[in-house]
């Protein structure tokens, strides 16, 4: 994205704003453990999560790796991992 | 037309004559009377723009803040305590690239409270993304506004401006002043084109939020605005000249530079008594000039440099203080910046804070402190009191 003079911005959605680059700790899940609860999908405030042919993925565009997904997993499947940029 | 007028009111008829469409400032001495008249000609028809009264400065700059945003040439002033309380907006405006113009009478800052003249106000905010520049008399501070206003809309540039002059010493003198006429000054300075406008019809946001991804950035690109000013205010001064016959192209002045041992450098109202001092020193067979600077941001340091080459010492004459600084004053780094390796030696004096006068001996009494190499300290401080 380019910027515009004066950080002008038209109205949008804040899925226009990717957030991934906030992130310090990644997730991953363990797919042995998990049992797809579906607890993650709901407890992200990003709506970052989602299932896809019986796999949790996460959209790394938007996950601010804040790990509310992993706090609240009653599996505990999910996992915190600091990442080099 | 020639006629003899306080600086704030010559001032005020430039501001009226660059057809602002909102006015919204806060009286604080010594810009009172600018604003006082401006409030005259909207209510006497004279000037057809919203005066909008505010409860202070912070309010005065905001309410210009979003006028311009909307599209509209907005004209504010203000001093010292008012400057200081603007201080938050000042920034955001630049951020948000509105060319507003706001003349500054320049004023000594509290505590302890004085209302006499230094730069100290202006020269605290260097830093804010407005550029800056210094009128030595009513005529050049005059003229500085219709400059400012033709540099700061140019898209390329799109930045906001000071017209800097002495509390008091100027703006409460009276000097023969000439005033253009409405039709010189609309051919000089055509109508304002906002480069984007808060609209309904097409909504925007001005100065949104940026993360870490991309602020650096935006500073770069304030930076780069502020580097290609340069050429614009030259050009815009230059325009000027050929129209008006007063030429402000140039980002300083020099004054019997040729063949100078020690030059001065100052802003404002002291150039004055300093070129009258150096016509009594050339007088008694010492060698001194001065380079005035007209544009404090964005700084003129190759044009100093050039007009520094081969002069052995250099006293800068500060009227503000940056404190805790080795050399004192804020200017004198910048010079001595500019500079560099060549071996000159630049000295900063602090002189005449507060509105304390500096009397033509005074200058020559700090040429032959450089000559020593004293220098990067108080000037004519009241021993006895301290």
Redesign the interface.
């Known amino acids: 994205m380019a910027l515009r003079i004066g950080c002008a911005a038209a109205p949008g959605k804040a899925r226009d704003n990717k957030t991934g680059s906030w992130r310090v700790f990644k997730p991953e899940v363990d797919m042995e453990k998990c049992i797809l609860c579906g607890t993650c999908i709901l407890a992200c405030p990003e709506t970052a999560v989602s299932e896809v042919d019986g796999t949790i993925t996460f959209d790394l565009d938007y996950c601010k790796g804040c790990g509310v997904c992993a706090a609240e997993c009653p599996r505990e499947a999910i996992a915190m991992i600091q990442e080099e940029k | 037309m020639m006629q003899i007028m306080e600086g704030s009111h010559a001032i005020a008829e430039a501001a009226r004559l660059c057809r602002p469409e909102v006015v919204s400032a806060y009286p604080i001495t010594p810009q009172t009377h600018i604003v006082e008249r401006l409030a005259d000609f909207v209510a006497d028809g004279d000037l057809n723009a919203e005066y909008i009264c505010v409860e202070s400065e912070l309010s005065a700059l905001s309410v210009c803040l979003g006028s311009s945003a909307a599209g509209s040439r907005v004209y504010s002033a203000t001093s010292s305590q008012g400057l200081m309380l603007m201080a938050e907006v000042v920034f955001n405006v630049a951020?948000?690239?509105?060319p507003i113009v706001m003349s500054i009478a320049n004023r000594a800052l509290g505590a302890p409270l004085s209302i006499w003249n230094d730069q100290q106000d202006s020269i605290s905010l260097r830093d804010a993304g407005w550029f800056q520049v210094y009128g030595e008399d009513v005529q050049e501070m005059t003229d500085l506004h219709f400059i400012a206003y033709r540099a700061a809309e140019q898209h390329n540039v799109?930045l906001p401006g000071f017209v800097c002059f002495d509390g008091f010493i100027l703006s409460h003198t009276y000097e023969p002043v000439d005033i253009p006429s409405q039709e010189e000054i609309d051919a000089y300075l055509p109508p304002y084109v906002p480069?984007?406008k808060l609209d309904a019809k097409a909504?925007?946001?001005?100065?949104?939020y940026?993360?870490?991804?991309?602020y650096h950035?935006?500073r770069y690109?304030l930076d780069e605005a502020m580097t290609r000013s340069a050429d614009v205010i030259s050009a815009a001064g230059k325009e000027f000249a050929e129209m008006f016959g007063r030429d402000y192209s140039g980002h300083i002045e020099n004054y019997r530079m040729d063949d100078a041992d020690v030059a001065f450098i100052a802003m404002g109202s002291l150039c004055g008594t300093v070129k009258d001092a150096i016509d009594e020193m050339r007088a008694d067979g010492i060698k001194a000039g001065l380079v005035k600077i007209r544009t404090y941001r964005p700084f003129p340091a190759k044009e100093i440099a050039q007009a520094l080459a081969g002069v052995p010492k250099v006293a800068v004459l500060e009227k503000n203080i940056s404190l805790g600084s080795a050399m004192k004053g804020a200017v004198g780094p910048e010079v001595k910046d500019a500079v560099t390796g060549t071996g000159i030696d630049v000295y900063s004096y602090v002189v005449g804070l507060g509105g304390r006068d500096i009397r033509k001996k005074d200058i020559r009494a700090i040429a032959a402190l450089a000559e020593k190499g004293v220098g990067n300290t108080f000037y004519g401080l009241r021993t006895e009191v301290l």
């Open positions: 951020g948000m690239r509105q799109l480069y984007n909504p925007l946001s001005m100065g949104m940026a993360t870490p991804d991309y950035e935006f690109e």
